[in-house]
């Protein structure tokens, strides 16, 4: 017998963010107007959708500069880089437009006024993410990963009273929390950033999880496997107790997840675009059956961020 009144919640607010709708409108922008070869060091962003569309258009994705011929224009993207890779790009002669996420410039700041101020920067994040990378560049020999609360109980810093903390932004207040008590136990002179680092849409996209999870029997969560916060919002869901699976498109749903589930919650990472989240909706109904479609939660104002100045002068020249 068959389950009967069906639903499908769509979490609000989901999906792409300012600083990724920028960083995907500033490829676009580029492509309108560049006639040779547009390069983007490492992913624009961490979705496999997006990533392959614009490899689709002509876009090539590097993993480092030495891979761009010189004179070429370069993009580097909305996860930040280390002043060493701009130094690289100005050795190569290479044109460079910064598609970096105004929050984590904003980080870099940060960082970079506490250690003139001479402070020992320590950094909440995960290792080998692009954008922990990038910021962990910024002042070499003055900074360390706290990746756990143990490593804040061992990590070494040169004068316990003059300790800072950043945090990467796709980690949310719940991530940190912990890790940053046990940091402010250890060094009580600990300096903060005047306002928190956490990204607005990690924070919000977090929080959307946590109250659909409570009304749903499992989850989907559009987005790749190598997106720190769609990874979040799957584990979110399965700490408040309902199961959740992290998938990159339809093809990817077991229908044994979701035969038995009267109310499916539907999700999406920030870096993940709405027409793979409708499409995960239609392969859901084809699946079980009709279910009614309802949104869950409210969605967040929006938020623009500009564009980089370099940009506008790519486009008005045509080159």
């Known amino acids: 017998m068959g389950i009967e009144n069906r639903r499908i919640l769509l979490a609000n607010p989901r999906g792409f963010c300012a600083g990724v709708e920028r960083a995907i409108q500033i ?9 040779g070869t547009l390069y983007v060091r490492k992913e624009i962003v961490h979705n496999r959708d997006v990533v392959e569309r614009l490899r689709g258009r002509g876009v090539v994705f590097v993993d480092e500069l030495d891979e761009v011929p010189n004179d070429s224009l370069a993009v580097f993207s909305a996860h930040g880089v280390a002043p060493d890779v701009r ?17 984590v410039t904003k980080v870099h700041v940060e960082a970079l006024r506490f ?17 922990v990378t990038g910021t962990l560049g910024q002042i070499p020999g003055s900074i360390a990963l706290v990746e ?19 945090t990467q932004t796709t980690l949310s207040l719940d991530d ?14 600990l300096k903060e950033p005047p306002s928190s680092d956490i990204c607005y849409a990690t924070q919000n996209r977090q929080n959307a999880v ?20 769609a990874q979040r919002l799957r584990d979110c869901s399965a700490e408040a107790g309902t199961p959740a699976y992290l998938i990159d498109g339809p093809d990817e749903i077991e229908p ?64």
């Not at 402070?119 to 080998?128: D, Q």
């Open 176 to 189: 940190t929390h912990g890790i940053l008590a046990a940091l402010k136990r250890r060094f009580p002179a």
């Open 256 to 319: 044994a997840w979701i035969a038995h589930a009267a109310t499916i919650g539907v999700t999406a990472g920030a870096s993940t675009p709405e027409h793979l989240v409708a499409r995960v909706v239609e392969s859901v109904r084809a699946i079980v059956g009709d279910a009614d479609v309802e949104e869950f939660g409210k969605r967040e104002p929006t938020i623009v961020f500009a564009p980089p100045r370099e940009l506008a002068g790519i486009i008005a020249s045509g080159e």
């Open 87 to 103: 130094h690289q790009a100005a050795t190569r002669n290479l044109r460079v437009v910064d598609a970096t996420c105004p929050l």
């Open 210 to 229: 946590k109250q659909l999870a409570a009304a749903c029997d499992v989850l989907l969560v559009v987005g790749s496997q190598n997106s720190s916060n």
């Open 27 to 35: 490829i676009e922008d580029l492509l309108d107007v560049h006639a």
């Open 148 to 166: 756990s609360e143990e490593d804040a109980a061992t990590v070494a810093v040169p004068d316990p009273e003059r300790v800072a903390v950043v």
């Open 115 to 131: 250690a003139r101020d001479g402070y020992f920067v320590l950094l909440i994040g995960h290792a080998g993410h692009d954008e």
